[in-house]
């Protein structure tokens, strides 16, 4: 069962449902697309499948809700991966101070511009994040240099019809300073709505999760 969290930040709080199952082998944070929230039935339905595996997982609003309110309008904070990451740091360090998750490696799961947050977050954390998941993601704009401090293994999923951003995911890999995979999945496009589609990429992220740090790939 889910805990309705808050992990502070700036004065503020980002809201935030953690789940640690008794069988657990690592913590998976979600950094959500432009414009979601820790509702995205998308992220819910990829975490369920990584619940069910014994993997914990933390759905976090990357924005307070004063925030929230402001980039409804303006849609200034959306697309600031500086922001975005920062808050994924703090999410991490929160997850090594509670007495639950501590010991436990991390994961994260980014979608979108939530992508770059992800990988910016793992640059900075490389001794907490053991592995990263992009769902249809632009790693571009993580920047060249953070994509090269990056320690933790990354998997790149990305829709056979979604070109430019597979495009993009390739150009984007080759800065990667650790080791990495993409994954096209045939016929899915940029939100994997087809039918099949996400079930694929819930799948492909609980496998890279739950791999050894030291396996192959």
Do not use: C
């Not at 499948?49 to 309110?69: C, F, P, W």
């Not at 977050?121 to 990263?132: G, K, L, M």
């Amino acid at each position: 069962m889910a805990e309705e969290i808050l992990v502070p930040v700036d004065g503020s709080a980002l809201s935030g449902d953690l789940t640690v199952p008794s069988n657990r082998a690592a913590v998976v944070v979600f950094a959500h697309g432009s414009g979601s929230s820790r509702h995205s039935p998308r992220n819910r339905a990829v975490a369920t499948v990584l619940q069910q595996a014994g993997l914990g997982t933390l759905l976090l609003d990357l924005l307070t809700q004063r925030e929230e309110q402001r980039d409804v309008v303006t849609a200034e904070h959306r697309f600031d991966i500086g922001l975005l990451s920062s808050r994924l740091v703090a999410a991490v360090d929160w997850l090594a101070a509670r007495t639950d998750t501590r010991e436990l490696p991390v994961g994260l799961f980014g979608a979108s511009t939530g992508a770059a947050a992800a990988l910016r977050a793992a640059a900075e954390r490389p001794e907490r994040v053991a592995a990263v998941v992009s769902r249809g993601g632009r790693p571009d704009l993580a920047g060249d240099d953070a994509l090269g401090r990056v320690g933790a293994r990354v998997l790149l999923i990305v829709g056979g019809n979604d070109p430019e951003v597979l495009d993009l995911n390739e150009k984007a890999a080759e800065h990667l300073g650790a080791p990495y995979l993409i994954h096209v999945v045939p016929g899915a496009t940029h939100l994997f709505e087809e039918p099949g589609a996400l079930e694929h990429v819930a799948k492909l992220a609980r496998d890279w999760f739950l791999r050894p740090r030291t396996e192959d790939f």
